[in-house]
């Protein structure tokens, strides 16, 4: 395959490692856009590419554009790149509800393109040894599942950015920003479904920067699985001393494991008689595991090393290859049919069926 030109929307954080990743996957990062032309001069100065008139223009140079946009603009990128016929990754959430989501995977298969989001934390090695433990029937009847992801980088009254903003960021901020990770990898370990949830969220600061809040901070979820197992989701950005704290456990009737990506390279086993941890270099791990372990054990893995195996299995798929697990905008709608679920529930109180989708 000859090397992929890649665009680049966005010039923070995110920009820059979706840039890395794309080079370490052997594309070439071909330019950049970014909120005005001296956001975009500047983020193509760090980066090292070209500056970009327009992401119409990136689209019609590039052959994928990765769009780490506010999610208020994903909607609007995701259309300009897929009418120019262009490969798509679109971080997350993938847009402001569910229903402009569904729109959107459904645009991307008409469009006959590979069309990924970032659900990057599938791609730990020991992540995919839980989820084919699971697959392979270990754990029995699934019974509970346990899961959280807790940050604090919004514990301080005066933290914020365009987040905040409900037009910017979204109607849900803490559960749509990481609950969206969260509650994907708990369906892609399980290998099944939430069916239904009960939610509750919490607002930490009542004002940011003298400005009304209206996201939500923490939330707390209940929730019903496909086969009838029951569990508990917590979400929040405003936990002190917790930088990315994301950890699942999942009990079976024969065994249960846990995964905590502060921790990547292991997995706990847990068993009525006896527990273990196996790590990395561990004999009985799957081919997918073994597959995503690009460094000899010993030497840790961690974010970006999932980051670049998730954007190199994205380039392989354009290729024409067929890699297993790999987020399409089918499960970016999925999770937007999730955080709507979890708002409509907090508003009122109530059980919610979560709407199914073809997968």
């Not at 300009?80 to 991307?108: F, I, R």
């Not at 754990?139 to 950015?161: F, H, I």
């Not at 369906?187 to 004002?207: D, M, N, Q, W, Y």
Request: glycine share 10%.
């Amino acid at each position: 395959m000859n090397v992929l030109r890649t665009g680049i929307v966005g010039g923070g954080f995110m920009g820059r490692t979706h840039t890395g990743a794309a080079r370490a996957a052997g594309a070439e990062v071909v330019g950049v856009v970014s909120s005005s032309p001296e956001r975009t001069a500047d983020a193509a100065a760090e980066l090292g590419v070209a500056a970009a008139d327009s992401v119409a223009a990136l689209a019609e140079t590039a052959d994928v554009v990765h769009i780490c946009s506010p999610n208020g603009l994903h909607a609007e990128h995701v259309r300009t790149v897929l009418e120019a016929g262009t490969h798509v990754v679109c971080e997350k959430p993938l847009a402001l509800d569910g229903a402009e989501a569904q729109e959107l995977a459904e645009l991307a298969q008409r469009a006959g393109v590979v069309a990924a989001v970032p659900f990057i934390y599938r791609f730990h090695p020991m992540a995919r040894q839980a989820h084919s433990y699971a697959a392979d029937g270990n754990l029995g009847r699934l019974l509970t599942v346990r899961g959280s992801y807790l940050q604090d980088w919004m514990l301080s009254p005066e933290a914020g950015n365009w987040r905040v903003d409900p037009e910017s960021g979204g109607r849900s901020r803490a559960f749509g920003d990481i609950g969206s990770h969260l509650v994907d990898l708990v369906e892609f370990v399980a290998g099944e479904r939430v069916r239904r949830l009960s939610a509750k969220t919490a607002i930490a600061h009542p004002e940011r920067g003298g400005r009304e809040v209206f996201t939500e901070d923490a939330a707390a979820v209940i929730v019903e699985m496909d086969s009838g197992a029951v569990g508990t989701l917590t979400v929040s950005q405003v936990n002190a001393g917790r930088k990315n704290a994301l950890t699942l456990e999942l009990a079976g009737t024969e065994s249960s494991l846990a995964f905590d990506q502060e921790h990547p390279d292991e997995l706990w086993l847990g068993g009525a008689e006896s527990s273990r941890v196996i790590a990395r270099d561990a004999t009985e791990l799957s081919a997918d595991a073994q597959r995503l372990s690009t460094v000899p054990a010993g030497h840790p893995m961690g974010y970006l090393d999932a980051f670049a195996a998730f954007v190199r299995d994205t380039y392989a798929v354009i290729g024409g290859a067929s890699p297993e697990g790999l987020p399409d905008f089918t499960d970016g709608a999925r999770a937007n049919q999730i955080i709507d679920a979890v708002l409509a529930s907090a508003a009122d109180g109530t059980w919610i069926d979560v709407e199914r989708r073809p997968s």
